[in-house]
């Protein structure tokens, strides 16, 4: 079955730096684009990045952009996200999803499977 698992949250400082990896089995990974999304304390599910099946198109909600960068590894059926000059506003749990198609839209409804997520926590 499909499984999403995501790790590399923590605690981090305002301006610092975090690497979340979302290690996914059960389905032919490189076929299918992927994202993250993110859940702040008592808001919705916001999506946050996104990378098409062959990485040729990656895509950013404005507030991360030239702070957050996503990447795959097909070979090992992974995905990346490098988060920089965090911010507090930046806290909340993260989410690895899969798409249902070989992009990497803005609309979580176009994702059918999503991992538990890992919290991220920027704090002073």
């Known amino acids: 079955q499909v499984q999403l698992v995501e790790s590399g949250g923590g605690l981090a400082q305002p301006g610092g730096s975090l690497r979340l990896s979302c290690a996914a089995s059960?389905?032919?990974?490189?076929?299918?684009?992927m994202s993250w999304a993110r859940q702040a304390p008592g808001k919705g599910l916001e999506w946050v990045s996104g990378?098409?099946?062959?990485?040729?198109?990656?895509y950013y909600l404005d507030s991360v952009k030239g702070r957050f960068s996503i990447s795959r590894d097909d070979a090992k059926n992974t995905v990346d996200l490098q988060m920089n000059n965090l911010r507090p506003e930046d806290t909340a749990l993260y989410y690895c999803?899969?798409?249902?198609?070989?992009?990497?839209?803005?609309?979580?409804?176009?994702?059918?499977?999503w991992g538990k997520g890992t919290q991220v926590t920027v704090s002073s």
């Open positions: 059960g389905f032919t990974f490189s076929r299918y684009g």
């Open positions: 990378i098409y099946r062959d990485g040729s198109t990656t």
């Open positions: 999803a899969k798409s249902h198609s070989f992009q990497a839209s803005n609309r979580t409804y176009e994702y059918d499977y």
